[in-house]
């Protein structure tokens, strides 16, 4: 059965860097694009980034431009998201999720991300 | 961007009522290819959001059948048709046809 698993998330000040994974099994990782998506609490999903299926494509939210990169590693079946000079509001859960084609089919656990001094 | 707009954005129902959720758009989520992009998510507390509809009205493997989707062009609905109690939580619509991706504010569902 598909999985994905998000690991890497902290408290980390404000100015700083954290880099998220995702492991993903039980499909052929290297044919979908990939996403992360994040939850501000109490609030709604805001897509982030993309990488499509051989990283020759990425695209970002302009809230994140510049500061975070996407990545992923076919042989090790592992997304990241290289997040630098953090701030307060990207606090938020962090999902990884797979593309299928105009949707995400299967969401990752999340990771929580808090950025404060 | 694309804008997508749900109402209500909370609804109180009484189960074995049915529930319905609107999601507009603010342009076209036809795609060049036919398709319209356009996907309902469930979020329970504390879970990761789950897909129930893709497509406008395709339902996902073991999602019940009580939940349909409809729509076209800009104006899509969710509906439950009667409503049980783990169906609690916050729905989402979300377009997957023009970049960047984007969702509505999400419509939380709770039992009266």
């Known amino acids: 059965q598909v999985q994905l698993v998000e690991s890497g998330g902290g408290v980390v000040q404000p100015g700083r860097s954290l880099r998220l994974s995702c492991a993903a099994s039980g499909f052929t990782f290297s044919s979908n694009p990939m996403h992360w998506v994040r939850q501000d609490p109490g609030k709604g999903l805001e897509w982030v980034a993309v990488t499509s299926h051989d990283e020759s494509n990425k695209y970002y939210a302009d809230s994140v431009k510049g500061r975070f990169t996407i990545s992923r590693d076919n042989s090790k079946n592992t997304l990241y998201l290289q997040m630098n000079s953090l701030r307060p509001e990207d606090t938020a859960v962090y999902y990884c999720?797979?593309?299928?084609?105009?949707?995400?089919?299967?969401w990752g656990q999340g990771t929580l991300v808090t950025v404060s001094s | 961007d694309v804008v997508m707009t749900q109402s209500p954005l909370s609804l109180p129902v009484t189960l074995g009522q049915p529930a319905s959720i609107s999601c507009r758009s603010s342009q076209s989520l036809v795609y060049s290819d036919g398709n319209t992009h356009l996907s309902w998510f469930q979020k329970r507390p504390g879970q990761s959001p789950r897909r129930l509809i893709y497509k406008v009205s395709n339902r996902d493997s073991g999602v019940p059948d009580r939940f349909s989707g409809s729509g076209s062009g800009t104006d899509f609905t969710l509906k439950i048709s009667r409503v049980e109690a783990e169906d609690v939580g916050v729905y989402y619509c979300?377009?997957?046809?023009?970049?960047?991706?984007?969702f509505g504010q999400g419509t939380k569902v709770e039992i009266k």
């Open positions: 979300m377009q997957g046809t023009h970049w960047p991706w984007t």
């Open positions: 999720a797979r593309d299928t084609f105009g949707s995400f089919d299967f």
